[in-house]
């Protein structure tokens, strides 16, 4: 069964620091993964998805990265701004099924 | 274009009463996804929808949910006999085929009384 963590649980940092989320998997037999962004009382918004094929993907001032045979993915944001405070998770499609596993996410605080 | 729509957006029901969620995902996005997002946990997988297959119900928690989905668009999902721990915001997600990119409406918050 696949373990999705996500490291750190929470992050407050000033703002135009350089930032870097950590998801690892357990299982390395994956179809892709993919970053998302949840604001409070929202629901969740699509940063980026990493096919297994692929080691980065790039949107702006963000780039995931993954790293199949350490079961690991990295969501890099750079310049960070207070907008960019939210919850980020990642989730993991793997192991023969279409439906993902979530982490738990990661709480970022971006403070003037 | 339009994304994942929901609704309700809140809904507040009595212990023992029965509710229907409803979600309209993506035009021609053939899979369907419902989750449960209790305060402070993660998301909970309930159950998944692709094309005309049999539905994916492996999360459903207890045979008082149930859901379906019409002519392989709109779904609902339906809680009978509501209990209080059942309060939660349920999600619904789409995308174009099993394994591509998930697309999330703005979720349903239930409250039971």
């Known amino acids: 069964k696949q373990e999705v963590t996500q490291i750190p649980a929470a992050l407050s940092v000033p703002e135009g620091e350089n930032l870097v989320l950590n998801c690892s998997f357990t299982d390395s037999a994956i179809y892709n993964l993919q970053w998302f962004r949840q604001d409070p009382g929202k629901g969740l918004t699509s940063l980026l998805l990493?096919?297994?094929?692929?080691r980065e993907q790039t949107s702006g001032r963000l780039n995931a990265s993954l790293d199949k045979s350490s079961g690991r993915s990295t969501l890099y944001i750079a310049a960070s701004q207070p907008g960019d405070s939210a919850t980020y998770l990642c989730?993991?499609?793997?192991?023969?099924?279409?439906?993902?596993?979530f982490g738990r996410g990661t709480s970022l605080i971006v403070h003037p | 274009g339009a994304g994942v729509s929901q609704s309700p957006s809140n809904k507040v029901t009595e212990k023992g009463k029965d509710v229907e969620l409803r979600c309209d995902p993506i035009?021609?996005?053939?899979?369907l996804y419902w989750y449960r997002q209790s305060l402070g946990q993660g998301l909970e997988f309930l159950i998944y929808f692709q094309g005309n297959s049999a539905p994916d119900k492996s999360g459903l928690p207890s045979d008082r949910f149930s859901a379906e989905r019409t002519g392989g668009s709109v779904s609902t999902l339906t809680i009978q006999r509501t209990q209080q721990e059942d309060s939660a915001v349920y999600l619904c997600?789409?995308?174009?085929?099993?394994?591509?990119?998930?697309?999330f409406g703005p979720g349903t918050r239930l409250t039971v009384t």
């Open positions: 989730a993991v499609r793997s192991g023969g099924s279409y439906i993902p596993t």
């Open positions: 035009s021609g996005h053939t899979a």
């Open positions: 997600a789409s995308s174009l085929v099993g394994d591509s990119e998930q697309y």
């Open positions: 990493i096919q297994s094929s692929q």
